[in-house]
């Protein structure tokens, strides 16, 4: 049996068709004349993946099943995968033998470590916003955060990148030197930085960063386009249901706290309501300095306004620099509600 990169949606995998030169039909999802691989062949790329489930008399989803659902790895239907999975491993030949047709468990789920280390962040959120601000009794396992962060950490390097930064301006616009980060004296909280010290928040592309200034009918906003004047190296708080089980470095210790991880990325995401306190932002503060502290460049996490953008916020503002400016009209807004 035959499969094709098209059958899968995790890059990495994707990534081992480069090259192929010969083409053949895929007897998983039927497309013609592509890149193919013997199923065969992947077999020692996805083996360590199936160290991190047991059989578990409790559960209905199969193995195939289940794996789709914690890393979204198949672009095919679950008969597929099912299929693909009885065609990688012929013989069963590792776990339980039987791992491939009973319902399964991920073991990172029965350990209970990460609504462990949940209960923790809870508590810590609670007091660092109501009672202790600098010396808190309901610290969190940030040792374990600095061990974990290695896998989400990402490069960005110069020349290979644009960000995007938006304010609301006259027509006149802003000039480039007001687009990047304001001066500490003027600088207020976000979801990232503390009062006082700013960070540079930008986006991946420009609708999100208009949607980001929360601009309405009739403003003008001028868009600063900003490049790299030398790598990066950020911490990706975002998409953790779609990180790839391929590069991870501890994938059973990942696995094990993704619980958390997911409640981390929900966190940075979420937008304050003119209403809310920017208390509220004291926790993810709170993680920023930590990962700065790590020596890191920024966090990268999902836009809440825009579903889909990506944001970044970028604790040093001198390895960007704003190369261009333009100033855009807000024509029309759509408002959905419910």
Known sequence: MRCCPECFRDNEVKALFRGIKTTNDCDYC????????????????????????????????????????????????????????????????????????????????????SSLLLSQWNSFKDEIKNHNRFFVKNSIDFDFIEEIIIDLAHEYHAG?????????????GWD?????????????????????????YVSLDEE??????????????????????????IVRFRSIHEMSPFV????????????????LEKELSEPLRRYDSELD??????????????????????????????????FNDNKLKCVSKKVIEIKNIIIDYC
């Not at 008969?79 to 991920?106: E, S, W």
């Not at 290979?160 to 006149?172: D, L, M």
């Not at 999100?208 to 990066?232: K, N, Q, S």
């Not at 991870?248 to 409640?263: A, D, I």
């Open 248 to 263: 991870m470095n501890n994938l059973e210790k990942y696995s094990e706290y993704q619980g958390f991880l997911v409640q």
């Open 208 to 233: 999100t960063t208009l949607y980001e200034t929360r601009a309405t009918y009739l403003d003008f906003v001028t868009i600063g386009t900003f490049e790299l004047v030398e790598d990066i190296k």
């Open 30 to 113: 039927g497309r013609k004349a592509m890149p193919t691989l013997e199923t065969v062949e992947l077999e020692e790329t996805f083996k360590p993946l199936l160290n991190i489930y047991e059989v578990n008399k409790t559960s209905a989803i199969l193995l195939s099943e289940k794996i789709q659902l914690d890393w979204n790895i198949f672009n095919l239907t679950d008969d597929i995968i099912q299929k693909f999975f009885k065609d990688i491993f012929p013989h069963a030949t590792i776990g339980t033998p039987d791992i491939l047709v009973r319902g399964v468990i991920n073991k990172g789920e029965l350990s209970g470590s």
């Open 281 to 314: 932002y004291l926790p993810t503060q709170y993680l920023c300095e930590f990962v700065k502290s790590q020596g890191y460049d920024g966090v990268e996490y999902g836009s809440a306004m825009n579903k889909g953008g990506i944001n970044l916020a970028i």
């Open 176 to 200: 480039m030197k007001d687009l990047n980060k304001p001066p500490a004296d003027k600088s207020s909280a976000g979801r990232a930085n503390p009062v006082g010290i700013p960070y540079l």
């Open 160 to 172: 290979k990148t644009q960000f995007f930064r938006g304010r609301i301006s006259t027509n006149k």
